[in-house]
């Protein structure tokens, strides 16, 4: 633990998965009483460390007691990773080791919430096939179309891991906005604008380029990105081709924005 603390920002989140009581499958004779013994007594030490050490926290495990399947399975397989699924999300979603993006919040305008509220109703086929062909023509494990409305970072249209929303200071959208150029992120890791944000090894995303997606007047409003678990060459892609599928990303969006001013009206 102090080696690992000492490797990471200042400020960055540890979690401590606790110790499981031991899971016999039902065709294994009850292993000894000392064995559960044990994984208490470990579980307990686990969580002690957390009481007293700054910067950690503790992950219960559920009780294996109901499992009795042969050997282990999907519900075994969940009953470990949901908890600490939804614990390392609220670590790297509250983390103060995460630097607030460039420039001044935004404010959120009518292309935008015409966007994000077409894609929670998954309106947008259209832009999800943007998003697939990019994803097949690049060869990375994501792409998305990404966009910001302040403090947040929709990604109204992807085809990997990538959650919904979230935080602008955890995403790359914020800087591509900010400065209405590409952006060619080869490796985050040797980056010192990415390297200190665990959101982006918890989304697999150590290779990133972004181009900027526009509103009908000139302003930028989010990024057609490309995202890649490993990192690649800093002209690994065409620019040119990734505006082209930019442009396409931009004609759906202000034509549900249209669609949408029409019916207000």
Not at 18 to 41: C, E, F, N, Q
Not at 107 to 118: I, K, L, N, Q, S
Not at 162 to 179: F, H, K, N
Request: net charge negative; aromatic share 6%.
């Amino acid at each position: 633990l102090d080696a690992l603390q000492a490797d990471l920002p200042p400020g960055a989140p540890v979690l401590l998965v606790g110790v499981p009581d031991v899971y016999v499958p039902g065709a294994v004779k009850p292993l000894p009483p000392i064995v559960s013994t044990h994984a208490r007594r470990l579980d307990a030490v686990l969580r002690r460390i957390t009481e007293v050490r700054p910067g950690t926290s503790y992950v219960p495990m559920p009780s294996l007691a109901g499992f009795t399947a042969v050997g282990p399975g999907a519900d075994l397989y969940a009953a470990f990773s949901t908890p600490v699924a939804v614990a390392v999300a609220r670590a790297v979603l509250h983390s103060d080791a995460v630097p607030a993006p460039p420039g001044p919040q935004r404010e959120v305008r009518p292309e935008v919430e015409a966007a994000v509220e077409a894609a929670r109703w998954d309106e947008l086929p259209g832009l999800a096939d943007v998003v697939r062909r990019a994803k097949e023509r690049f060869g990375v494990d994501d792409s998305a179309v990404t966009i910001l409305d302040g403090d947040r970072a929709h990604h109204v249209a992807h085809n990997g891991s990538t959650p919904e929303a979230v935080p602008a200071r955890l995403s790359y959208c914020p800087t591509v906005v900010a400065t209405d150029e590409p952006l060619v992120v080869p490796d985050s890791r040797k980056d010192e604008r990415f390297a200190a944000n665990p959101f982006l090894n918890l989304v697999h995303a150590n290779f990133y380029t972004g181009v900027p997606l526009h509103a009908e007047d000139g302003t930028a409003i989010g990024a057609m990105c490309l995202l890649n678990g490993f990192p690649k060459a800093a002209d690994a892609i065409d620019l040119d081709e990734l505006r082209a599928f930019a442009h396409e990303a931009e004609e759906i969006l202000l034509s549900v924005a249209a669609e949408r001013r029409i019916t207000a009206d």
